[in-house]
């Protein structure tokens, strides 16, 4: 069997504890795993700077241009996984067995994490907009027009925890390696795929392994991470946002209770939104923060409720491996159900109305796993609680919400996708800071532009703007 | 399966036999009206048999019912006091409560003789006798402080203490509240640091697993190593023992087995209730596996299938650790621990069944909160 050891900055260490990862329905093993305790990451951060110190032997123009071979490394070759190999098709396959993600799916995310390793350059040019890397390797330089700037890294490595079952966010940790920041990461217990096909990408295109460590293992794994990473970032529930609520070091991403927004002057026209709506609730299985959990509209609501249902409700759990599959599994026994439960609760309150009821049983039993078919609900109010839940799978309500209260009753959005050309509208949006991402006209919530700044800007995290001065004559010199 | 020698297996026979015997003296004291405390004597009455003549060996405790913790909530603790001992100067001693009522046990003598007992184990050459201590764990009604306290006493030395309440590192992990937490560790491990550097001479130490950790990051943050505190022996207790967290303790922390390092640290097992189980040599060699032997035939562990707690499960297999409590002042007839493990076979050191694997019972792990000091 595959056995994959904790990496300390490229060095395979072999733990006395390993976890099997296992099929996400057969529980038929796929690989041992060793885990590390969290005492290993605490110790090994202590030379965290020797880390940035080896990326910094090249500039981030050579790292740039290795991130983008290692993306060929990462989409096509086979790589050393543990103490075997794995090819592109054994990443998939590996990946959707242990998730219960749907094979085309896993294959999306493979492409996009190498969509985003092949376009470094242009995501760093946009997410700094436009500086002179140089500056981030020195610290400090001379903008074009002749000021000079200074961006003070605030920590040698990114750490990361990264979730089981959303294998998309990956590309958000990616750009680390070129600001010459070294990786320090958990891998999900159910999905060491990408962290370590990443790491053996980057190796394989001429980055120093000793960058990059990968501590599978307990929760004390990952509480020691974000302690002893002075930057790091965490993925989960509404729970984990809330407890490192003001934490600077920690980005949280949590619940995205992304949201489409009908404007009074397009709303009568919605039959010619509805493929937006039904692909932003839909898309990689609704398990995205990006995927739409809310539809407000002032008017229509029972006729775009019906529409979605009629659209989303016939959906069959199918196995992941089947190219129409667009369910992903609930991999923990149970859980399913338990989602369900929660769900029916909230759809039996007052001016809650279930609109898939009719298209047969939401949840789907098999072996050790589940599934839950996508549930479309109508609010009559956005008091409704319904109206700003959000569930890892293809849910969401239509809210029915007087444009001139939308704003307000959405609530934290991640992508807002403002169907609308009132000005006045689009101007309230522009202010909303309840809004991260805005999108104005029928774009999906999921289609981000990579070169667009994600929430949570990685430069803003990983590095200081300050002042920085220096005699007239001194910075005549600079270059 | 290991086999066992005619010296070892007639050593097992020796001390079945001693527990047997000392089962019945036990029960005997705690049953009879002129020894036993009034607990007893009342839950006597409820029995359906008589324990003063129908308990004749310790399988026959299975003929009681299965103690329940929450018999021990509560007051008036005097019910637990032994008749005989009804004059002496009597402690009580906490376990939980951080909300609610916590369980109390009374001691007049156990926790001085339970760790004389174990002080006969400790190496002389890692904890010299005369050397100062340093109690690097709870504070308040806790058993282990003033036993700590009194195997230093014991040994010829001195035990210095640090201030800190578990119940309040419950509360803030219960409430979230991670930055308190870690700053509240800091203030334990500066405690400990401030007590290490004032020339105490300290050479011996009591701390869990993760205060072993939090010193040594403490230490190493003042550019310090755990050898230049000059402790060479360690006595460290916690279920959140496991093997790979006991070789990265050697081989990280400490900087080698203790011939190479200096230090030696065991591992031991128990609580208020049963008082100590000490550990195997703990090696390389055997993958620092961790195996536990109860202070027979004071208590007694046994690890028991997960469908009944009467049936033993064989060597190397999984069951529920159940605990015995046989002393003169204490009765506890099978308890079940909140812990799961293998059954280990006896050696010479310890001809009893021991204990290895020690972890959360599965079924109630993820409700507890463990290890947290």
């Known amino acids: ?479 | 399966m290991t086999t066992v020698n005619s010296s070892l297996e007639q050593a097992i026979a020796d001390a079945k036999s001693r527990l047997d015997q000392h089962t019945v003296e036990i029960v005997h004291r705690h049953f009879h009206e002129s020894t036993g405390c009034p607990f007893w004597l009342e839950k006597k009455k409820e029995l359906k048999f008589d324990p003063l003549t129908e308990v004749k060996c310790y399988d026959d405790l299975k003929k009681f019912p299965a103690f329940e913790d929450e018999w021990l909530r509560g007051g008036p603790v005097e019910r637990w006091i032994m008749k005989d001992y009804q004059d002496k100067p009597t402690y009580v001693f906490e376990t939980g409560g951080t909300t609610g009522i916590p369980k109390s046990r009374v001691v007049v003598n156990d926790f001085r003789d339970d760790y004389e007992i174990f002080s006969d184990t400790l190496p002389d050459e890692y904890f010299p006798k005369g050397g100062n201590w340093l109690m690097l764990g709870p504070s308040g009604p806790r058993r282990l402080r003033l036993a700590v306290e009194h195997l230093a006493q014991h040994r010829g030395g001195i035990s210095f203490c640090i201030d800190l309440d578990p119940r309040w590192v419950v509360k803030l992990i219960k409430k979230g509240w991670m930055d308190h937490l870690q700053e509240y560790k800091k203030h334990c491990i500066d405690q400990a640091i401030t007590v290490l550097t004032a020339n105490h001479n300290i050479k011996c130490m009591f701390a869990t697993p993760k205060l072993i950790e939090s010193l040594c990051e403490g230490l190493e943050e003042r550019d310090m190593t755990f050898a230049d505190t000059g402790i060479t022996g360690i006595f460290s207790g916690g279920t959140e023992f496991t093997p790979q967290w006991t070789r990265f303790c050697v081989e990280e922390l400490f900087g080698g087995p203790p011939e190479q390092s200096g230090v030696f640290m065991t591992p031991t097992y128990g609580n208020t209730l049963m008082g100590l189980a000490c550990s195997k040599p703990v090696t390389a060699e055997e993958s620092y596996k961790i195996s536990y032997y109860a202070p027979q035939p004071r208590a007694v562990t046994e690890v028991v299938t997960f469908d009944d707690y009467n049936q033993s499960v064989g060597y190397g297999e999984t069951g529920r650790v159940k605990l015995t409590t046989l002393t003169p002042e204490f009765f506890v007839p099978g308890f079940m621990e909140r812990d799961e493990g293998e059954l280990e076979m006896p050696f010479d050191k310890f001809p009893w069944d021991g204990v290895s694997g020690v972890r959360p019972f599965h079924e109630i792990a993820s409700a507890t909160t463990v290890g947290v000091y």
Request: glycine letters at 8%; aromatic letters at 8%.
């Open chain 1, 1 to 479: 069997m595959l056995e994959i050891p904790v990496v300390r900055w490229g060095k395979p260490y072999e733990s006395l504890e390993t976890k099997e990862v296992v099929h996400f329905n057969t529980n038929e093993p796929i690989a041992k795993v060793h885990s590390a305790n969290g005492g290993l990451v605490t110790r090994d951060m202590r030379s965290a700077s020797k880390a940035r110190n080896a990326l910094r032997q090249f500039s981030c123009d050579q790292l740039i241009e290795m991130v983008g071979k290692a993306a060929d490394f990462f989409e096509n070759e086979t790589l050393p996984m543990g103490n075997g190999t794995q090819s592109p098709d054994d990443f998939v396959h590996q990946q959707s067995a242990s998730t219960g993600l749907p094979q085309h799916m896993c294959l999306n995310n493979m492409k996009k994490n190498s969509f985003v390793m092949r376009n470094m350059r242009e995501i760093l040019d946009c997410l700094t907009r436009g500086l002179d890397l140089n500056i981030l390797t020195r610290g400090y330089g001379k903008e074009d027009r002749g000021v000079v700037v200074s961006f003070q890294a605030q920590t040698p490595v990114l750490g990361a925890v990264l979730p089981s079952n959303s294998p998309g966010v990956h590309t958000l940790w990616l750009p680390a390696i070129p600001l010459q920041v070294g990786l320090v990461l958990k891998p999900g217990s159910s999905e060491p795929w990408t962290a370590y096909r990443v790491a053996a990408a980057y190796e394989a295109a001429g980055i120093p392994k000793e960058v990059i460590s990968l501590y599978p293992g307990g929760h004390d794994v990952g509480a020691s991470l974000l302690s002893a990473c002075p930057r790091s970032m965490i993925f989960g529930s509404q729970k984990t946002v809330d407890q490192y609520a003001g934490n600077p070091g920690v980005q949280v991403h949590g619940p995205g209770f992304s949201k489409i927004f009908l404007g009074d002057d397009c709303v009568d026209d919605w039959e010619q939104y509805i493929d937006v709506m039904a692909e932003s609730v839909f898309i990689n299985g609704g398990r995205s923060c990006i995927n739409c959990s809310a539809i407000y509209a002032s008017r229509h609501t029972e006729e775009i409720s019906k529409a979605l249902a009629e659209r989303l409700g016939p959906v069959e759990a199918l196995p992941p491996e089947d190219d129409n599959a667009g369910l992903a599994a609930f991999t923990v026994p149970g859980m399913g159900q338990a989602v369900w439960d929660m769900v029916k609760g909230d759809l039996a309150k007052d001016g809650v109305t279930d609109c898939t009821a009719e298209y047969g049983d939401r949840v789907v039993e098999l072996e050790k796993a589940s599934y839950i078919r996508p549930v479309i609900a109508r609010a009559a109010s956005p008091d409704c609680e319904i109206a700003a839940k959000e569930f890892m799978f293809p849910f969401a309500t239509v809210v029915e919400c007087p444009q001139d209260k939308m704003i307000k009753k959405a609530g934290p959005t991640l992508v807002g996708t403002a169907i609308t050309n009132d000005m006045a509208f689009i101007d309230q949006l522009t202010d909303a800071t309840n809004i991260d991402r805005l999108n104005i006209g029928p774009i999906p919530t999921n289609r981000l532009n990579w070169l667009q700044p994600h929430e949570g800007n990685i430069i803003d995290f990983l590095f200081r703007s300050r002042a920085y001065q220096m005699p007239v004559e001194k910075m005549a010199t600079m270059v």
